[in-house]
């Protein structure tokens, strides 16, 4: 049996857009909170590093398509024990 992954990540996506700071969000296909806005992020797979992760949901969604060389900054960890 697989286990559901415990470690989420979640991304703050900015860009500037004709002299504005945008942020990206999605709308939350899943409950809980389906149909609400939310930061892009989910699991974070075996193995896989915290970039990778949010590289590989961004792709999933396709947000990011064609983008791999764009500029990930990881700025925050946070972890609380289960």
Do not use: F, K
């Amino acid at each position: 049996m697989r286990t559901r992954p415990t470690h989420v990540t979640l991304a703050v996506i900015l860009q500037v857009r004709d002299n504005r700071l945008c942020v990206l969000l999605w709308e939350r296909a899943r409950e809980p909170y389906a149909g609400r806005w939310a930061l892009p992020g989910g699991y974070l797979g075996e193995r896989e590093t915290l970039e990778d992760s949010i590289r590989r949901q961004l792709a999933q969604n396709g947000h990011i398509a064609g983008h791999g060389d764009a500029e990930l900054h990881h700025q925050l960890a946070y972890l609380q024990p289960a």
